[in-house]
T-cell receptor
């Protein structure tokens, strides 16, 4: 298995532009997480999905952020319009969790380093 | 909501010494406690985890202890090596919710 795949690996854009980050979870995993990592705020959970359904988006900082998971093998995180303070590394992670069961290891993708000028 | 506090934020040890990182959590229902290691420029990767029905778990030079009464858990690394230098994150989650709350991280430096 190739692990969690994220694209692009690096993104440089100008303030006001739309940014779309993509993630392909490990095949068979039913939970998907989006995190943002900065020096100041550490590793923050933005949103997570279970069986393609958004469960908790309380970590999404603003309405400029949105995430979708149209099927079990693909998810996007979109920022529109982007701002310089959105500059961070965005990680996608997936895991296999059974409803009502204890949680399991999250496998992280390589991350997307976003720079908004 | 759940909160996980991690100490220290930075830890510097001499090669061969032991390193201990401590975390406390707030939600008594938490029952899964993973530890992740993140090397510079890389992704976080699980190194060890413990569930609430176990008090201690060991994997070679790494061990984790859990005290549910006090709501704290610790990572112990013995015989540290330069390649142990990284940022270590503790985390907590509970059954019925897949949300994992991470600590702020500990940057470990192992001096050769």
């Amino acid at each position: 298995d190739a692990g969690v795949i994220q694209s692009p690996r690096h993104e440089v854009t100008e303030m006001g532009q739309e940014v779309t980050l993509r993630c392909k979870p490990i095949s068979g995993h039913n939970s998907l997480f989006w995190y943002r990592q900065t020096m100041m705020r550490g590793l923050e959970l933005l949103i997570y999905f279970n069986n393609n359904v958004p469960i908790d988006d309380s970590g999404m900082p603003e309405d400029r952020f949105s995430a979708k998971m149209p099927n079990a093998s693909f998810s996007t995180l979109k920022i529109q319009p982007s701002e310089p303070r959105d500059s961070a590394v965005y990680f996608c992670a997936s895991s296999s969790n059974l409803a009502g069961g204890t949680n399991n290891e999250q496998f992280f993708g390589p991350g997307t380093r976003l720079t908004v000028l | 909501g759940e909160n996980v506090e991690q100490h220290p934020s930075t830890l510097s040890v001499q090669e061969g010494d032991s390193a201990v990182i401590k975390c406390t959590y707030s939600d008594s229902a938490s029952n899964y406690f993973p530890w992740y290691k993140q090397e510079l420029g890389k992704r976080p990767q699980l190194i060890i985890d413990i569930r609430s029905n176990v008090g201690e778990k060991k994997d070679q030079r790494i061990a984790v202890t859990l005290n549910k009464t006090a709501k704290h858990f610790s990572l112990h690394i013995t015989e540290t090596q330069p390649e142990d230098s990284a940022v270590y994150f503790c985390a907590a989650s509970k059954t019925g919710g897949f949300k994992t709350i991470f600590g702020a991280g500990t940057r470990l430096f192992v001096k050769a």
